[in-house]
T-cell receptor, first 113, second 110 residues
Framework: SAVISQKPSRDICQRGTSLTIQCQVD?????MFWYRQQPGQSLTLIAT?????????ESGFVIDKFPISRPNLTFSTLTVSNMSPEDSSIYLC??????????FGPGTRLTVL | GENVEQHPSTLSVQEGDSAVIKCTYS??????FPWYKQELGKRPQLIID?????GEKKDQRIAVTLNKTAKHFSLHITETQPEDSAVYFC?????????FGKGTSLLVTP
């Protein structure tokens, strides 16, 4: 399976600021997603990161709050904008493998004070 | 959209016993159903999956069954070991993206 890395692994941020999370894959992948996992909760899909076009957002998530870039088939970024304590979560990218299995990055643990 | 229900939310078993976790889904178009294990502080790890063209799949101590008519699927872990303790998530695919159940916290006591 692909090797997926994320930066940063964790961060503590002040409310009102923004943080950009990077996801790097060691091979080209067509499908890439961003998920959020709030403390003690399940995973919720934020958006599909589309290469060369705007991301596709799920209900409850908007581009102004979570802008996403996907400049090529191995890299994507998710920005959490104008953060509030409610944004404290683990943010995970995922990629789809050759048999449609989905693999997750190690996650970025965000704490907003 | 797809809705995935998972039960139980917590499960405690003695080492060597079996554990069963059940999920139901709503979208009849879903064809792919993975199970993930997440240990504390780690990423979800794919442990087994099943596609709609089969009813059961086994991998050593882990098995998954699928009933497409009833829209439910289950994870079975036999001969449980303390290292099986983790949170388990079921999911149903919807256009490649996954909709997850709320998770089952499994505790295996020696």
């Amino acid at each position: 399976s692909a090797v997926i890395s994320q930066k940063p692994s964790r961060d503590i941020c002040q409310r009102g600021t923004s943080l950009t999370i990077q996801c790097q894959v060691d091979s080209q992948v067509t499908m890439m997603f961003w998920y959020r996992q709030q403390p003690g909760q399940s995973l919720t899909l934020i958006a599909t990161a589309n290469q060369g076009s705007e991301a596709t957002y799920e209900s409850g998530f908007v581009i102004d709050k979570f802008p996403i870039s996907r400049p090529n088939l191995t890299f994507s970024t998710l920005t959490v904008s104008n953060m509030s304590p409610e944004d404290s979560s683990i943010y995970l990218c995922s990629v789809v493998g050759g048999l449609n299995e989905q693999f997750f990055g190690p996650g970025t643990r965000l704490t907003v004070l | 959209g797809e809705n995935v229900e998972q039960h139980p939310s917590t499960l405690s078993v003695q080492e060597g016993d079996s554990a069963v976790i059940k999920c139901t889904y709503s979208d009849s178009a879903s064809n792919y159903f993975p199970w993930y294990k997440q240990e504390l502080g780690k990423r979800p790890q794919l442990i087994i999956d099943i596609r709609s063209n089969v009813g059961e799949k086994k991998d050593q101590r882990i098995a998954v069954t699928l009933n497409k008519t009833a829209k439910h699927f289950s994870l079975h872990i036999t001969e449980t070991q303390p290292e099986d303790s983790a949170v388990y998530f079921c999911a149903a695919e919807s256009g490649y993206a996954l909709n997850f159940g709320k998770g089952t916290s499994l505790l295996v006591t020696p």
